[in-house]
């Protein structure tokens, strides 16, 4: 694998919504993000000192329209769609005008052949004119998102053979969690095991364990579906709370994360398919947990 194609981060996350207003009042006002402007159907937030971390595009169906990477380096962008050329996934270039309203430089995007989503990779992406104060959560970052899907083989050759993404910890057929190298994380991306594909869940990390015990309160009080949690997954050591959107996608808020070197790193390792694989203290998901998220595809350029 080449050591050329190094990840700075997950760089942002494209949301189809049913309700623009409802969606876009929601992500501010219950799950703490701060709106940084928008126009023609799209509404964009933070919540770091990025020009955006979620956008929110009005649909027709609720998912992922899109998913962007930033890469460590132009070299590296180079050396990614050099890749994917040679794969046959013909990178598609994102306009100027297109890349000047998301505030990233030199990206581009192609349909991934394991789920059809859309990735985005750029090069980098311009910090926003403030600095970020959090809200009545104090979010760190956006962490993760999982998709899910039927071959959790043909994800883990794509995604770590040719993207170069590293395996952390696998519970048996059932999921894997990745780190983009060589972003410290324990993981930025995730696969699921699911009929087709589809959204499982995205997560937003908290900076303190008091974030997680209020938001189980406020989403109460605000009658927000909560699906599963307050608990402690097992692979990463976080503690996680996971609740719905308007539209019934899976959001979670986690607090802690194992960190992993970029050299000398553990080894993956492989949990039963067990309750307790996905929570130290046994708690059971909602039914409508991951249930909801269409994955918006396109048709790669000739």
């Known amino acids: 694998m080449s050591e050329e194609l190094r990840f700075r981060r997950l760089g942002y996350l494209a949301l189809n919504v049913s309700d623009l207003a409802r969606s876009s009042a929601f992500y501010e006002n219950v799950v703490g993000l701060e709106p940084t402007g928008g126009g023609y159907g799209q509404r964009m937030f933070r919540c770091s000192d990025k020009h ?13 329209k899109r998913i962007g990477w930033e890469m460590e380096s132009a070299k ?17 270039p994102v306009s100027n005008a297109e890349s000047a ?21 750029f090069a980098a992406m311009d910090s926003a004119p403030d600095g970020y104060k959090p809200t009545h959560t104090k979010i760190v970052r956006l962490g993760h998102v999982v998709l899910a899907g039927p071959d959790l083989k043909a994800a883990e050759d794509f995604f770590m053979g040719e993207m170069n ?10 999921v894997v969690h990745m780190r983009c190298f060589p972003n410290p994380l324990h993981h930025s991306f995730g696969v699921g095991k699911a009929a087709s594909p589809q959204l499982h869940h995205i997560n937003f990390m908290v900076t303190d364990i008091d974030d997680i015990g209020r938001a189980n309160v406020r989403m109460k009080r605000e009658g927000v579906p909560i699906v599963y949690g307050p608990g402690k997954h097992p692979q990463s050591e976080s503690m996680f709370f996971y609740f719905l959107d308007p539209d019934g996608m899976t ?7 194992e960190e992993f070197p970029e050299t000398d790193a553990r080894p993956p390792r492989m949990f039963p ?16 947990f991951a249930k909801v998220g269409v994955i918006e595809r396109i048709e790669p350029a000739d």
């Open 52 to 64: 955006h971390d979620i956008v929110l595009v009005q649909g027709s169906e609720p998912g992922i």
């Open 76 to 92: 590296a962008l180079a050396a990614l769609r050099d890749r994917f050329s040679a794969l046959g996934l013909n990178p598609m």
């Open 101 to 121: 309203t998301l505030g990233i430089h030199e990206a581009f995007r192609i349909s991934d052949p394991v789920f059809g989503a859309t990735m985005e990779f």
């Open 165 to 174: 993404f590293r395996a952390s910890d696998r519970i048996e057929d059932s």
């Open 251 to 257: 959001l979670e808020y986690s607090f802690g994360m």
């Open 273 to 288: 398919q067990a309750v307790e694989s996905a929570d130290h203290w046994g708690g059971l998901p909602e039914p409508d």
